[in-house]
């Protein structure tokens, strides 16, 4: 959770330096978490307040970090050092309201870290070593269903399984 929800990686030991992402989802609206390193403590918490993402960041003297604003319009990252930092922004229209299902293209999949993440991950239960291309020309325009319709062997499990990963991470943000 530290490192997907809360998007907090260590890129030095120690955490010296560190990345952080948070990656919102799945109905989550807000998270915060506390970890401590051998500099002290480093905290991240994020909300989603209708069209407004609040991300507050604090980090120990003698570290530094890059942050990554989750669904930010202009996909802004920063370089911050030792302190408390926050920032406050309206998600743009393309990031709110999403909700993901067989009808969804590849495409919508790819474009869409997390729903690319769950629809991968729940083929492969069914499928492992399969490699999918939602970037490929014809996935703009197929659907989920439309594939399994051209995967051999493909079950009816398989897109129950696809159907469940893909609620999952749909994403109950108003418009």
Known sequence: MH???GGLTATEPG??????APLPGGGLTSASLRHTTTFGDVTVSWSLSGITMSVEVTIPEGT???????????GETHEIGAGAHRWTYEIPAH????SF???STLKELADHPAAWRAFTEAFAVHFPGVPLDGSAPEAAFMSVATML??????????????AAALAGVSEGVPA
């Open 15 to 20: 955490y010296r330096r560190m990345r952080i």
């Open 95 to 98: 990031a709110r309201a999403r």
């Open 64 to 74: 530094d970090a890059t942050v990554v604003l989750p669904q930010h319009p202009a």
């Open 101 to 103: 299902s067989l009808d």
């Open 3 to 5: 490192r997907t929800i």
């Open 149 to 162: 319709e051209y995967v051999p062997g493909a079950s009816d499990a398989l897109g129950e399984d696809l």
